[in-house]
């Protein structure tokens, strides 16, 4: 069985920066893309960023873009988001997501707990 675990989350004041972490626990047996989604209160979860399995491809939403980067170290079965620049409406709980997929951004089947961000203005 599969498990992602998500580290990193917190409160940070607006223009800080966080690191966030998903650690891959178990044998994927494919090898797929994994993707950050994020769900603020009372809003539906949407995508974040995106990476494939080897690297070479990152994706962003335009929201973020420019000031978050998604990388992976597939040697430690981690993947990072690296959260710069931060405004009080990136606040929310982020998923690690990975699993069979359509595209890139699309959510694949498995999910991990979540890590809650919360900037202050």
């Known amino acids: 069985q599969v498990q992602l675990v998500e580290s990193g989350g917190g409160l940070v004041q607006a223009g800080g920066s966080l690191r966030l972490s998903c650690v891959t626990h178990g044998h994927i047996l494919s090898r797929y ?6 769900q ?10 995106a990476i494939t399995w080897s690297g070479s491809t990152t994706i962003y939403a335009d929201s973020v873009k420019g000031r978050f980067n998604i990388s ?47 900037v202050s203005s």
Do not use: H
């Not at 603020?40 to 960023?49: D, L, Q, T, W």
């Open 40 to 49: 603020a209160p009372g809003k539906e979860r949407e995508f974040v960023a």
């Open 33 to 38: 893309g994994t993707g950050w989604f994020r």
């Open 72 to 118: 992976r170290d597939n040697t430690q079965n981690t993947v990072f988001l690296q959260m710069n620049s931060l405004k009080p409406e990136d606040t929310a709980v982020y998923y690690c997501n990975t699993g069979s997929r359509t595209t890139l951004s699309a959510p694949g089947n498995i999910w991990g707990q979540g890590t809650q961000v919360t």
